[in-house]
């Protein structure tokens, strides 16, 4: 399957939040069970940071750390929504939320399951 690399544009509910993500147009994602992904359907896309900009919004951020104080959840002030966070499996990363990505620009998605509910038993499976 060929390849393209794209500029993905995103989202909060409300655009407060506006983003960019550097990518292929083919790409994976993490469909994570844990508390806080399984609660809120959070679809990890996950890029290098250098690939991640944020457009509009920075005043409008939110963090919210929790269990470890390592992922960095950044929150909507206005909205709620959780467009991207930095995750503490990939502290180079951001994860950027699938169902904020407003572009169509994604050709195709290919999901991949995490017991995150299991985390330490799990996380090498992805890292």
């Not at 994860?95 to 090498?124: A, H, Q, R, Y």
């Amino acid at each position: 399957m060929t390849k393209k690399i794209v500029t993905h544009k995103g989202s909060c509910h409300c655009k407060q939040i506006q983003f960019k993500a550097i990518g292929s147009d083919n790409i994976e994602v993490l469909n994570c069970s844990c508390s806080i992904c399984s609660i809120t359907n959070y679809k990890h896309y996950l890029i290098p940071k250098k690939q991640f900009t944020l457009l509009k919004g920075k005043s409008f951020l939110s963090v919210y750390k929790f269990n470890t104080n390592f992922a960095k959840h950044y929150f909507c002030k206005k909205c709620g929504i959780k467009s991207f966070y930095i995750p503490r499996s990939h502290p180079n990363h951001i994860s950027v939320n699938l169902n904020c990505i407003n572009s169509n620009t994604i050709k195709n998605i290919k999901t991949i399951n995490f017991d995150g509910k299991n985390w330490k038993k799990n996380i090498e499976k992805i890292i």
